[in-house]
């Protein structure tokens, strides 16, 4: 069975400080690892990543991909209240395989 | 920008009722999904469905639960007869390529909430 585990699952920092997310999987034929934020219902999407080692940026956030030891992390720089979210992280496989497996998501607060 | 639209926002039934939920995936999206998020529970999938058949369903889409593409645009669910379990936030998704290849983007959800 695929299983997505995500740490940690709860996380409140200050304003300005550095968080790094941990996703780790196990998935048969994975094919992409998918961070989105979940503020008040939908999923939104953050990154897609497919390859190891190549760092996806947008502004303040970045995540990376190590399939060789199954992880992700999401890291979010210069925090700020707007970034207070759920993060998902999920995971896609290939073959025909159509879902996204969910970990449960780690809720983080910044404190002003 | 495109998006996921979904309606109702909310829907209270009482147990034994049938319900639709509705979706509009985005435009030239083929691939459709159902996903459904049980209060302080991870999101889980439900069905997919492409060229107007489904493509994958997990072991929670049962016999009470049928999906549709009645026209060029919506998305629908249908559960025959809602169990209070059902209870929990519905989620529509599409993608242009298949599911694990692209990304899903996701609607803003339906709770439903069975009394």
């Known amino acids: 069975e695929d299983k997505v585990v995500q740490s940690p699952l709860s996380l409140v920092v200050h304003e300005g400080d550095t968080v790094t997310l941990n996703c780790s999987y196990e998935?048969?034929?994975?094919?992409?690892l998918l961070w989105y934020k979940q503020e008040k219902k939908a999923p939104t999407f953050l990154f897609m990543l497919?390859?190891?080692?190549i760092e996806k940026k947008s502004g303040r956030l970045s995540s990376i991909l190590d399939k060789k030891e199954l992880f992700s992390i999401l890291n979010i720089t210069a925090t700020q209240t707007g970034d207070s979210a759920i993060y998902l992280c999920?995971?896609?496989?290939?073959?025909?395989?159509?879902?996204?497996?969910f970990g449960t998501g780690t809720r983080l607060t910044i404190i002003p | 920008e495109p998006e996921v639209t979904q309606t109702p926002s909310h829907q209270v039934t009482q147990m034994g009722q049938e319900v639709i939920l509705r979706c509009v995936p985005i435009?030239?999206?083929?691939?459709f999904y159902w996903y459904r998020q049980i209060l302080g529970q991870k999101v889980e999938f439900l069905v997919s469905f492409y060229n107007n058949e489904i493509s994958e369903k997990s072991e929670i889409f049962d016999d009470q639960f049928s999906v549709e593409r009645p026209d060029g645009s919506n998305f629908t669910l249908k559960i025959r007869s809602t169990k209070l379990e059902d209870s929990a936030m519905y989620f529509c998704?599409?993608?242009?390529?298949?599911?694990?290849?692209?990304?899903?983007?996701f609607g803003p959800g339906t709770r439903l909430t069975v009394l």
């Open positions: 998704a599409s993608s242009k390529d298949r599911g694990g290849t692209d990304t899903q983007y």
């Open positions: 497919t390859s190891s080692g």
């Open positions: 435009s030239n999206h083929l691939y």
């Open positions: 999920a995971v896609g496989a290939n073959f025909g395989n159509e879902k996204l497996t």
């Open positions: 998935v048969t034929n994975f094919r992409s």
